[in-house]
């Protein structure tokens, strides 16, 4: 084949920037691409220089566009699928369980029109706890069913370089002190906590296993089971279309799912480190580790906060203050050793199809969109009532 034929050669597979992982993840990746029989598959083949015989409409081109747009069709039909399961379960099934318990006589209430729960300790927690889990882990496993992502794909599990590791913390401290001006916890958790705090001006209720409970699956096991679905099953398969689209969509989509105008910032924001910091350490562990970073910061600030005396706000001001100071240090070091030396990369996706028509694509694809607005009503819903 002439150098000419091979330039005019468009394969979306092979020429995917594969160098910033590693060859048993790319591996795994081509093959996974290479699949025609995988409807959530982008492997678009063609010669620039052919053109085919389409009734009405003569000799045309291959149609790149309309390949690009019926993957990323049939991809956000499934995530989309995904998300209205979350929205669901948390507004529609969590409530009316809670609703159904309180009718049988259990000390648990709660409002459809925003998050708030009322009732006893052990109540709430097993009944936020359910929720919570039920709400991520089967969109996840839905999601991780239909895309069918290799394990190492979609659970990204090498780790490339510490330092990326090192930044993407650096980084996401300085996020949580931005973010935590406003107070950026999430509704959910917050009232939990401020329940807790109500309890008992002493603070003796620290000690209850409710609370112990409810803070290690709130930080832990949520962080973990929540990246594993937004870093995991979506990002992988997202990926296709280039590090920064997926990194782009999957921290919109997480921010949708707060269904908190107050909290949708942070949630993007954390969620925009996570992913990069992810793609630049190799490892999904990166991203549980920068949400859990986020949660234990958030979570510091509350216990700070059952002060009462007038020497929290101080406190407070100097914990914030020395996490900003500690974030800058290892972000500047990461950036002077990583990358200004370029020792890694984010791949990036090239085509005739612009970023902004792409995204226009994925977001209008039904039922998405449709979450997308269920959403932001139910955001200003909360926020209003």
Known sequence: MSEDNRKSIVNVVEDFDYSTQNESYNKRFRKWRSDKDNP????????????????????VDHSFDDAEKEALSRIFYVIGIAALIWVVIEDVLGRAGIAGFAAFGFNIHTNFFNSAVYGGSFEIVTALVAISLLKVAIPGIYAHYRFRL???????????????????????????????????????????????????????VWDQTEFLVYTIFDVII??????????????????Q??????????????????????????????????????????????????????KMYN????????????????????????????????????????????????????????????????VKTFPYLAVLFICLIYAVLRLTL
């Open 299 to 362: 979570l510091a600030l509350l216990i700070l906060e059952t002060d009462r005396t007038d020497k929290m706000p101080l406190t407070r001001n100097i914990f914030m203050m020395a996490a900003l100071a500690v974030g800058i240090i290892g972000f500047f070091i990461f950036w002077m050793c990583f990358v200004r030396k370029k020792k890694g990369n984010i791949a990036v996706y090239r085509s005739d199809v612009s970023k902004w028509r792409r995204i226009g694509v994925s």
């Open 40 to 59: 959530f598959a982008f492997n678009f083949t063609a010669n620039r220089n052919e053109k085919v015989y389409v009734e009405s409409k003569g000799f």
């Open 241 to 294: 279309f280039g590090d920064p689209f997926a990194i782009m969509m999957t921290a919109l989509t997480a921010g949708l799912l707060t269904q908190d105008l107050r909290e949708m910032p942070a949630a993007i924001l954390i969620s925009l480190v996570a992913g990069y910091g992810m793609v630049s350490s190799g490892t999904m562990f990166t991203a549980i580790a920068v949400s859990i970073v986020y």
């Open 150 to 204: 290799p394990r190492k794909v979609e659970f990204m599990n090498r780790l490339n370089s510490s330092l990326a590791l090192f930044g993407a913390i650096s980084l996401s401290l300085i996020v949580c002190t931005a973010v935590s001006l406003p107070s950026a916890y999430s509704s959910e958790s917050k009232e939990i906590y401020d329940y807790f705090q109500s309890i008992d001006a002493d603070l003796k």
């Open 222 to 239: 949520m962080s973990v089971i929540s990246e594993m679905f937004f870093h995991g099953a979506m990002f992988g398969v997202l990926r």
